[in-house]
């Protein structure tokens, strides 16, 4: 697009009869390489390794015969993943709802909410 600079791109997408278009950065995801570690090694100095995992947010890799076995993370880690794949089963649930007409609008929502906020009974 003319005057966007050069990290903006513009997507469009076609969803039904409607079509949406965007624009946005251009933005490099730097992926780390989980540490992997031989069975062995988990067997020879669990509590160093548990040690290590506890102030860390990356996962852990177990091996066996050099073919992955186990994910070990930390417990912070692991809480902090399951609460987002609730909310994104909930988000699904939503969209689910909301397809076959049982979900309840944005509007209708933030109407009911504006009316709490002002002490009202909605």
């Known amino acids: 697009?003319?005057?966007?600079?050069?990290d903006w791109e513009v997507g469009v997408a076609l969803w039904g009869r409607w079509?949406?278009?965007?624009?946005?950065?251009?933005?490099?995801?730097?992926?780390?390489?989980?540490?992997?570690i031989p069975v062995s090694d988990l067997r020879q100095d669990a509590?160093?390794?548990?040690k290590r995992l506890q102030g860390s947010a990356d996962p852990l890799v177990v091996t066996q015969r050099g073919r992955?076995?186990?994910?070990?993370?930390s417990m912070d880690a692991y809480e902090k993943a399951e609460n987002e794949r609730r909310l994104?089963?909930?988000?699904?649930?939503g969209e689910q709802e909301?397809?076959?007409?049982?979900?309840?609008?944005?509007?209708?929502v933030l109407k009911e909410a504006d009316a709490l906020l002002d002490g009202g009974d909605g």
């Open 1 to 6: 697009m003319a005057g966007c600079g050069g």
């Open 19 to 36: 079509t949406y278009r965007w624009m946005y950065r251009r933005r490099y995801i730097t992926m780390r390489i989980p540490e992997i």
């Open 47 to 50: 509590a160093a390794i548990l």
């Open 68 to 73: 992955a076995i186990a994910v070990i993370q």
């Open 88 to 93: 994104l089963r909930l988000l699904a649930a």
């Open 98 to 108: 909301l397809a076959v007409g049982q979900g309840v609008s944005l509007g209708a």
